[in-house]
Antibody, heavy 125, light 110 residues
Framework: QVQLVQSGAEVLKPGASVRVSCKAS????????IHWVRQAPGQGLEWMGR????????NFAQRFQGRVTLSSDMSIRTAYLGLSRLTSDDTAVYYC??????????????????WGQGTLVTVSS | QSALTQPASVSGSPGQSITISCTGT?????????VSWYQQHPGKAPKLIIY???DRPSGVPARFSGSKSGNTASLTISGLQAEDEADYYC??????????FGGGTKVTVL
């Protein structure tokens, strides 16, 4: 069965950087986009970006440009989210999610059928 | 990057029908039939309940349905049940390869 298992909670100081991992199983990792979504405490969902695990191509929400890095390692079926220059506003649960449509369908439909369990990132001095 | 607009809360009694709206622009909901809806219970990851405006994934009850008119998409829950009490989010593809979510709607079953 499809599973996305994320790394554990992190506590960091302002100005630091964080990397969250998302290990996939149960499907062809290089065949489907992985997206990243975050949710601040008591707030709504916010889309951050996506990666094509086959080519490494990425797209980001404008507000994260220059501060976020998406990467993947197909040898270990793992996608990564990196976020730098952290502030308290970055305190949130970070989710990875996959798209059900194969890359070759070339659709932009933002359908997230499987989600990771979430990773709480706390930024505090 | 403005979020899609959803009502903050909607409530209904068991068995009733409720509708949640999700308003965007001509660059997202109005331009593409790429609207999805997610249900989120406290402390849990979101769950997909509607995609591509009207399609329902396998296993999602038929009482959940979606529609769209112009720049506004809607989720209707017919025959409201206690377990439907949750937060609901819409999202849409927006031009230039980005995705936007709605602010979320808290559904209360009275």
């Amino acid at each position: 069965q499809v599973q996305l298992v994320q790394s554990g909670a992190e506590v960091l100081k302002p100005g630091a950087s964080v990397r969250v991992s998302c290990k996939a199983s149960g499907y062809t990792f290089t065949g489907y986009y992985i997206h990243w979504v975050r949710q601040a405490p008591g707030q709504g969902l916010e889309w951050m970006g996506r990666i094509n695990p086959n080519s490494g191509a990425t797209n980001f929400a404008q507000r994260f440009q220059g501060r976020v890095t998406l990467s993947s390692d197909m040898s270990i079926r793992t996608a990564y989210l990196g976020l730098s220059r952290l502030t308290s506003d970055d305190t949130a649960v970070y989710y990875c999610a996959k798209i059900p449509f194969p890359l070759e369908m070339d659709t932009n439909s933002p359908v997230f059928d499987y989600w990771g369990q979430g990773t709480l990132v706390t930024v505090s001095s | 990057q403005s979020a899609l607009t959803q009502p903050a809360s909607v409530s209904g009694s068991p068995g009733q029908s409720i509708t949640i709206s999700c308003t965007g622009t001509g660059s997202d909901i109005g331009a593409y039939d790429y609207v999805s809806w997610y249900q989120q219970h406290p402390g849990k990851a979101p769950k997909l309940i509607i995609y591509d405006v009207t399609d329902r994934p396998s296993g999602v009850p038929a009482r959940f349905s979606g529609s769209k008119s112009g720049n506004t998409a809607s989720l209707t829950i017919s025959g409201l049940q206690a377990e439907d009490e949750a937060d609901y989010y819409c999202n849409s593809y927006r031009s230039t390869n980005t995705v936007v979510f709605g602010g979320g709607t808290k559904v209360t079953v009275l």
